[in-house]
Every structure is written in structure tokens, then in C-alpha cells.
């Protein structure tokens, strides 16, 4: 038996005690979808540098992931089967916005299972040697700096020491979270793909491209002027209820700046994480947004010790603020006490993919996956 089988097997047995996750797949090894195993991608000597594949560039992959790969006289030629129905990934290539620095063998192993979990798990990676797909994302967008040509580190803002993040790698400090949508809890995690992945629900799930900046699957409006809508914000209000946003119910002031000052939620928060701020703040950060300044005695900063309270020391919305205070006053921050970090290796529960459904149980944690 290879090594290959031998790995799939495994998981196969420990994914069958867990009725909620489905059996690892790879459409690569089914003969209804490969009528000719291994030859469609390797051959003779292959190309050089590569593993005898019959190409080494983007355009390998794309000549099966591509709509023209869907006819029958296409999938005879690439030696498909007659179940194939490959994602097209090459149109996602020509949006706007795209994953161009990135080859597909640095996010994806064509020899690894594909691991199905089902809603409430936190993604597994489709690349072997990581275990999560965030820890894929975070060896090129972490300390690495997307392999030195991105100088931020984006590891930095999710780690559980900081006072506010999302929460990727472990879980976030919040308790008073009202506006979040059921089956979301303040226990559940997440996944980079929950925001940045294709703009169409109906094509490739992933970030390969997308129309909307960012490689963001929802609108997301980045900068002041923009007149609130159910649209303008649809990434944010996914997860966070919008009427009990516009209601004031989290924070005392949310309507005025996001209806009547037409603030973006960008302006005000970082959707990663704050290093010095509850609730995602981000004024406190070596680099705040534009059109935030400091106030006329110099300081740009927010401070807050609780839930829907803080103090305010800028200049925004043509408005001086030195200080204003929301919510009944604040005391000097005191940062919440830091939530263990995930150990290596260890599970995570996500929110699910899907739209949330009322009454949906709350997550529990996937099964053991073979190391690979």
C-alpha cells in the first residue's frame, strides 16, 4: 500500500467515528474523473525542475481548471473522465483583484486528500505540512511578510495577548457581543477564507480572485462618504447583525458615524486585530487610517476599560475630540487578561460557512487528521 493510500485510509477510519465530518477525497485519484490515472499530469521526463509534470507554470494547472475543460471533447483530449466538472479557476485569474504572487503549489498539494468538515470546523489545509489553513496563509502573510514583498505581519494582530482580534488562532476575549448572528458565539472561530475568497457564492470557494478590493468575498466600503446599506457593509454584516448595529445596541454612537457621518467601519476598526485597543480599535496603531488625526493637544488614541464605553483624543469627521467620551465615561484601558494561546497542533472550532441558521447547535471539535 503507499504511503498515499495508506494516509488516506487512516483518515478515512478516524473521520467515520464523526459523522459530522465527511471522508477525505481527492479527485485527482477518481477514475470516474481521471479516465487516465497520473498521465494527464506527468510524463516522460516532464519538465525541468518539476516532478516529471507536464508543465511548470500557472497554465498547468488552469488547462484542466479552466469552463472549456467541461466538454467532452476537452476532457478526451486531457485524458478526464466523464464526472469531471473542474472548478474553473482561470476566470477568477482575470478579476480585478487576484492572487497573483502566489503559485497554486504554494496553497494547494494535487496529492492530498481533501478534507470535507462540515459547518462549525476550522478549515483544514489543502497544502500538506500545515495543519490549518490559516497557518497556511500565515507562512506567507505572517513574520515571513508574503516572502518579503509585504512588510506587514499580520500574525502580530491575532495572537491572544492582544486586547482585541478576530479570532483565527485562538479564541477572543468578548463576552458582550450583541450584535453577533446566531449560531456565532463568543467561543467560535474563524477562517481568512470567511472574508477573503470569491466575490460569486456559486464559483471556486477560495482566494483566487474576487471583484471587490482586498480579494474580499463582500463588499466592504474602505473609506468615508459612503452611504450606509445593507450593501455597503455586506462582509461586516455577515456576521454582525445590522439592525443591532444601527440600534446602538454594542456601541452608543454606531449610527451616527456610519448613518449621519457616513464613517466607515474601516475608519474605526481593524478588521484583523488592535495590539492596543479593546473592540478593534485601531487609533492607538503606529499607522491609523486616513482621515483620523490627532487631536489639537497632540494625542491619537482611544481608550476604554468595558463594553460600549470609551474615551476618544482625535480629529474625525471635521470634529475635534479632546477627549469625547461614549457610554457613560471609561477608566484608563486595563488590558483583559489574556486567553491561553492554541497550542500547536491542537483543534479549533470555526463559524460555519453557510449563511447562520437560527437554532443551528453550537460547534464541536473536528477529529484528529493524520499528519501528512
Request: hydrophobic share 30%; glycine share 8%; charged share 15%.
Given at each position: 500500500?503507499?504511503?498515499?493510500?495508506?494516509?488516506?485510509?487512516?483518515?478515512?477510519?478516524?473521520?467515520?467515528?464523526?459523522?459530522a465530518?465527511?471522508?477525505?477525497?481527492?479527485?485527482?485519484?477518481?477514475?470516474?474523473?481521471?479516465?487516465?490515472?497520473?498521465?494527464?499530469c506527468?510524463?516522460?521526463?516532464?519538465?525541468?525542475?518539476?516532478?516529471?509534470?507536464?508543465g511548470?507554470?500557472?497554465?498547468?494547472?488552469?488547462?484542466?481548471?479552466?469552463?472549456a475543460?467541461r466538454?467532452a471533447?476537452?476532457?478526451?483530449?486531457?485524458?478526464l473522465?466523464?464526472?469531471?466538472n473542474p472548478q474553473?479557476?482561470r476566470?477568477e485569474?482575470?478579476?480585478?483583484?487576484?492572487?497573483?504572487?502566489a503559485?497554486?503549489?504554494?496553497?494547494h498539494?494535487?496529492?492530498?486528500?481533501?478534507?470535507?468538515?462540515?459547518?462549525?470546523?476550522?478549515?483544514?489545509?489543502?497544502?500538506?505540512?500545515?495543519?490549518?489553513e490559516?497557518?497556511?496563509?500565515?507562512?506567507?502573510?505572517?513574520?515571513?511578510?508574503?516572502?518579503?514583498?509585504?512588510p506587514?505581519d499580520?500574525?502580530k494582530?491575532?495572537?491572544?495577548?492582544?486586547?482585541?482580534?478576530?479570532?483565527?488562532?485562538?479564541g477572543?476575549?468578548?463576552?458582550?457581543?450583541?450584535?453577533?448572528?446566531?449560531?456565532?458565539?463568543?467561543?467560535?472561530?474563524?477562517?481568512?477564507t470567511?472574508?477573503?475568497?470569491?466575490?460569486?457564492?456559486?464559483?471556486p470557494?477560495?482566494?483566487h480572485?474576487?471583484?471587490?478590493l482586498?480579494l474580499?468575498?463582500r463588499?466592504?466600503?474602505?473609506?468615508d462618504?459612503?452611504v450606509?446599506t445593507?450593501?455597503?457593509?455586506?462582509?461586516?454584516?455577515g456576521?454582525?447583525?445590522?439592525?443591532?448595529?444601527?440600534?446602538?445596541?454594542?456601541?452608543?454612537?454606531?449610527?451616527?458615524?456610519?448613518v449621519?457621518?457616513?464613517?466607515?467601519?474601516?475608519?474605526?476598526?481593524?478588521?484583523?486585530?488592535?495590539?492596543?485597543?479593546r473592540?478593534?480599535?485601531?487609533?492607538n496603531?503606529p499607522v491609523?487610517?486616513?482621515?483620523?488625526?490627532?487631536?489639537?493637544?497632540g494625542r491619537l488614541?482611544?481608550?476604554?476599560?468595558a463594553?460600549?464605553?470609551?474615551?476618544?483624543?482625535?480629529?474625525?469627521?471635521g470634529?475635534?475630540?479632546?477627549?469625547?467620551?461614549?457610554?457613560?465615561?471609561?477608566?484608563?484601558?486595563?488590558?483583559?487578561r489574556p486567553?491561553?494561546?492554541?497550542?500547536s497542533?491542537?483543534?479549533?472550532?470555526a463559524?460555519?460557512?453557510?449563511?447562520?441558521v437560527?437554532?443551528?447547535?453550537e460547534?464541536?471539535?473536528?477529529p484528529?487528521?493524520?499528519?501528512q
Amino acid at each position: 500500500m503507499s504511503k498515499l493510500s495508506f494516509l488516506t485510509l487512516v483518515a478515512s477510519l478516524a473521520l467515520l467515528a464523526r459523522p459530522a465530518a465527511a471522508l477525505p477525497t481527492n479527485a485527482h485519484f477518481d477514475p470516474t474523473k481521471f479516465a487516465k490515472p497520473c498521465s494527464p499530469c506527468h510524463q516522460g521526463h516532464g519538465a525541468p525542475g518539476t516532478p516529471r509534470l507536464t508543465g511548470g507554470t500557472r497554465d498547468f494547472c488552469l488547462k484542466c481548471h479552466e469552463s472549456a475543460s467541461r466538454s467532452a471533447p476537452r476532457k478526451a483530449f486531457l485524458g478526464l473522465g466523464a464526472a469531471a466538472n473542474p472548478q474553473d479557476i482561470r476566470t477568477e485569474f482575470t478579476k480585478p483583484v487576484t492572487h497573483s504572487r502566489a503559485t497554486c503549489f504554494e496553497c494547494h498539494s494535487a496529492h492530498a486528500p481533501r478534507v470535507i468538515v462540515a459547518a462549525g470546523f476550522q478549515a483544514v489545509s489543502p497544502k500538506r505540512s500545515f495543519r490549518f489553513e490559516a497557518d497556511l496563509c500565515l507562512s506567507c502573510h505572517g513574520s515571513r511578510g508574503a516572502q518579503g514583498a509585504d512588510p506587514h505581519d499580520l500574525s502580530k494582530l491575532f495572537v491572544a495577548t492582544n486586547p482585541s482580534f478576530h479570532p483565527v488562532l485562538a479564541g477572543g476575549h468578548g463576552t458582550s457581543l450583541p450584535s453577533l448572528r446566531s449560531p456565532y458565539s463568543a467561543a467560535s472561530l474563524m477562517n481568512c477564507t470567511d472574508c477573503h475568497t470569491n466575490d460569486d457564492p456559486s464559483g471556486p470557494r477560495g482566494p483566487h480572485g474576487s471583484r471587490v478590493l482586498r480579494l474580499l468575498g463582500r463588499n466592504y466600503a474602505l473609506t468615508d462618504g459612503q452611504v450606509e446599506t445593507a450593501a455597503t457593509y455586506a462582509l461586516c454584516y455577515g456576521c454582525h447583525d445590522r439592525d443591532s448595529i444601527l440600534s446602538d445596541a454594542s456601541f452608543s454612537a454606531h449610527r451616527k458615524h456610519v448613518v449621519d457621518e457616513r464613517a466607515s467601519c474601516a475608519t474605526c476598526h481593524n478588521p484583523h486585530g488592535a495590539t492596543s485597543s479593546r473592540a478593534l480599535v485601531r487609533f492607538n496603531e503606529p499607522v491609523p487610517t486616513s482621515g483620523v488625526t490627532a487631536s489639537s493637544s497632540g494625542r491619537l488614541e482611544f481608550v476604554s476599560s468595558a463594553p460600549g464605553r470609551g474615551t476618544c483624543f482625535l480629529t474625525c469627521h471635521g470634529k475635534n475630540h479632546d477627549p469625547l467620551t461614549y457610554g457613560g465615561g471609561a477608566a484608563p484601558m486595563a488590558r483583559p487578561r489574556p486567553a491561553p494561546a492554541v497550542p500547536s497542533g491542537s483543534q479549533r472550532v470555526a463559524p460555519p460557512r453557510a449563511a447562520p441558521v437560527q437554532g443551528r447547535p453550537e460547534p464541536v471539535r473536528p477529529p484528529d487528521l493524520p499528519k501528512q
